[in-house]
C-alpha cells in the first residue's frame, strides 16, 4: 500500500494555513492514483486510491470551518461521491482475494461452493468498475483536483506555498 | 454515524489548540461507544465505534507531532482498534452475504428438483445428485462456519485490546498529552 506523505506541522501555525497545505497534499495524492485503477488484475491501485480518498475527506473533515463554505460543501460531496465509487470496486475485490486464499485451504470437494461465489463476486467487481468509471469521469468533468487546489487557496491566500503548487 | 460537532474552532488559532478540541470530542465518542460495543451482537454499535475510531485516528496521525509524546504512541493504538474493529465489521457483512448466497443455491436446487420430480407423488432422493448447486452446498457451509468462527475470535480480541487500554489508561494518557505542547521547531 501508498503510504501517505508525512506532512510537517507546527503546534502554533495557523489552523487555516495547516488545512490548506495538507489538503493541498491529499488532493494530490488522490489523483497520482487514479493512472490503472480500472485494472481489475492489479487491485493495489484501487485500494490505494480509496485510502487516499478516505484521507483527503477526512482532512476535509478535520479543517471543514478553514473553507469557505459554499463551495467547501460541494468539493465535500464530490470527494464522498469519488470515494463511495471506490469501495463499490474495493469490497467485492477484498472480499474475491479473501475467499481465493480461505480456497486454498479447503478439501477440494469443498472448492466449487467458494469458487461459484467468487464468480458471483466477480459480476459484482465488474459492476464496481463501472461505477468507478464513470465517478472518476465526474470528477474530472467537474475539475475535483483543480477546485480542491482553489478551496486551499482560498483558505490562506497568504501561503508562500500556494504558489509553488503545481 | 455523525460526527459531533466541535465548538470553538477558529480558523486563524493555532493549529494545536484547535486540534486539541477536536481530538477531545473525537476521544470521547470513541470511548462512548462503551459498554455497549462490548455486546457481540451490538452490530451497528462496533461500526459506529469502527467510524469514532477512524475520525480520531486520522486526526492524531495529522496533529500528533503538536502534542506531548503520548499522542504518537495513542496514534498506533487507535489505528490498531480501528484495523480489528474494522475486520469484525467485514465478517458482519460476510457472513449475511454468505448466507443469502446459500439459500440462493438452495432455492435454485429446490426448483430444479421440483421440475425434475414432474408429476411423482413424491421427490425421489436421487434426484438429488442432478441439482445444479449439489456440489456447492459444502464449501458455502464450510464458507460460513469459518466466517461465524473467525467473528468470534475477533471479537474476544478486541475486548481483550479494549481492557488492556483501558488498564494502560489510554483516554487520561491521551487526554493529558493533548494538553501539552511539543516545542516549535522553526
Given at each position: 500500500?501508498?503510504?501517505?506523505?508525512?506532512?510537517?506541522?507546527?503546534?502554533?501555525?495557523?489552523?487555516?494555513?495547516?488545512?490548506?497545505?495538507?489538503?493541498?497534499?491529499?488532493?494530490?495524492?488522490?489523483?497520482?492514483?487514479?493512472?490503472?485503477?480500472?485494472?481489475?488484475?492489479?487491485?493495489?491501485?484501487?485500494?490505494?486510491?480509496r485510502v487516499a480518498s478516505r484521507r483527503l475527506r477526512a482532512?476535509?473533515?478535520?479543517?471543514?470551518?478553514?473553507?469557505?463554505?459554499?463551495?467547501?460543501?460541494?468539493?465535500?460531496?464530490?470527494?464522498?461521491?469519488?470515494a463511495?465509487?471506490l469501495g463499490?470496486?474495493?469490497?467485492?475485490?477484498?472480499?474475491?482475494?479473501?475467499?481465493?486464499?480461505?480456497?486454498?485451504?479447503?478439501?477440494?470437494?469443498?472448492?466449487?461452493?467458494?469458487?461459484?461465489?467468487?464468480?458471483?463476486?466477480?459480476?459484482?467487481?465488474?459492476?464496481?468498475?463501472?461505477?468507478?468509471?464513470?465517478?472518476?469521469?465526474?470528477?474530472?468533468?467537474?475539475?475535483?483536483?483543480?477546485?480542491?487546489?482553489?478551496?486551499?487557496?482560498?483558505?490562506?491566500?497568504?501561503?508562500?506555498?500556494?504558489?509553488?503548487?503545481? | 454515524?455523525?460526527?459531533?460537532?466541535?465548538?470553538?474552532?477558529?480558523?486563524?488559532?493555532?493549529?494545536?489548540?484547535?486540534?486539541?478540541?477536536?481530538?477531545?470530542?473525537?476521544?470521547?465518542?470513541?470511548?462512548?461507544?462503551?459498554?455497549?460495543?462490548?455486546?457481540?451482537?451490538?452490530?451497528?454499535?462496533?461500526?459506529?465505534?469502527?467510524?469514532?475510531?477512524k475520525?480520531?485516528?486520522y486526526?492524531?496521525?495529522?496533529?500528533?507531532?503538536?502534542?506531548?509524546?503520548?499522542?504518537?504512541?495513542?496514534?498506533?493504538?487507535?489505528?490498531?482498534?480501528?484495523?480489528?474493529?474494522?475486520?469484525?465489521?467485514?465478517?458482519?457483512?460476510?457472513?449475511?452475504?454468505?448466507?443469502?448466497?446459500?439459500?440462493?443455491?438452495?432455492?435454485?436446487?429446490?426448483?430444479?428438483?421440483?421440475?425434475?420430480?414432474?408429476?411423482?407423488?413424491?421427490?425421489?432422493?436421487?434426484?438429488?445428485?442432478?441439482?445444479?448447486?449439489?456440489?456447492?452446498?459444502?464449501?458455502?457451509?464450510?464458507?460460513?462456519?469459518?466466517?461465524?468462527?473467525?467473528?468470534?475470535?475477533?471479537?474476544?480480541?478486541?475486548?481483550?485490546?479494549?481492557?488492556?487500554?483501558?488498564?494502560?489508561?489510554?483516554?487520561?494518557?491521551?487526554?493529558?498529552?493533548?494538553?501539552?505542547?511539543?516545542?516549535?521547531?522553526?
Amino acid at each position: 500500500m501508498a503510504k501517505a506523505e508525512d506532512i510537517d506541522v507546527e503546534p502554533d501555525e495557523p489552523y487555516r494555513r495547516a488545512g490548506a497545505r495538507i489538503v493541498r497534499v491529499r488532493a494530490r495524492e488522490l489523483f497520482e492514483h487514479a493512472d490503472g485503477v480500472l485494472d481489475t488484475r492489479d487491485i493495489e491501485r484501487v485500494h490505494d486510491m480509496r485510502v487516499a480518498s478516505r484521507r483527503l475527506r477526512a482532512v476535509l473533515e478535520i479543517f471543514a470551518p478553514c473553507f469557505s463554505q459554499g463551495e467547501f460543501k460541494g468539493v465535500l460531496r464530490d470527494v464522498k461521491a469519488l470515494a463511495d465509487a471506490l469501495g463499490e470496486r474495493r469490497d467485492p475485490d477484498v472480499h474475491i482475494d479473501a475467499l481465493r486464499t480461505f480456497s486454498k485451504q479447503l478439501l477440494a470437494a469443498n472448492k466449487h461452493g467458494v469458487n461459484r461465489m467468487i464468480e458471483d463476486l466477480e459480476e459484482r467487481q465488474a459492476r464496481g468498475n463501472e461505477v468507478l468509471a464513470a465517478a472518476l469521469e465526474r470528477a474530472e468533468e467537474r475539475g475535483l483536483h483543480g477546485r480542491l487546489v482553489a478551496l486551499a487557496d482560498d483558505a490562506d491566500p497568504d501561503d508562500p506555498e500556494a504558489a509553488a503548487q503545481p | 454515524m455523525k460526527a459531533r460537532k466541535v465548538a470553538d474552532l477558529d480558523p486563524d488559532g493555532a493549529l494545536a489548540d484547535n486540534a486539541e478540541r477536536i481530538v477531545r470530542v473525537r476521544l470521547d465518542e470513541l470511548c462512548g461507544f462503551m459498554p455497549a460495543a462490548a455486546d457481540p451482537d451490538e452490530v451497528v454499535a462496533l461500526h459506529d465505534m469502527r467510524i469514532a475510531a477512524k475520525r480520531l485516528r486520522y486526526v492524531l496521525e495529522l496533529t500528533a507531532p503538536c502534542f506531548g509524546p503520548y499522542a504518537k504512541a495513542a496514534t498506533k493504538l487507535t489505528k490498531e482498534i480501528q484495523d480489528l474493529l474494522g475486520e469484525i465489521h467485514d465478517c458482519d457483512v460476510q457472513i449475511p452475504e454468505t448466507r443469502a448466497f446459500a439459500e440462493r443455491l438452495l432455492a435454485e436446487d429446490a426448483a430444479a428438483l421440483h421440475e425434475a420430480a414432474g408429476d411423482a407423488d413424491d421427490l425421489d432422493p436421487a434426484l438429488l445428485k442432478q441439482a445444479p448447486h449439489a456440489r456447492d452446498h459444502a464449501g458455502v457451509a464450510a464458507l460460513e462456519a469459518h466466517l461465524r468462527a473467525r467473528r468470534l475470535l475477533l471479537f474476544d480480541r478486541f475486548l481483550a485490546q479494549w481492557s488492556q487500554l483501558d488498564r494502560k489508561g489510554f483516554r487520561a494518557r491521551l487526554e493529558y498529552a493533548i494538553g501539552e505542547r511539543a516545542p516549535v521547531h522553526k
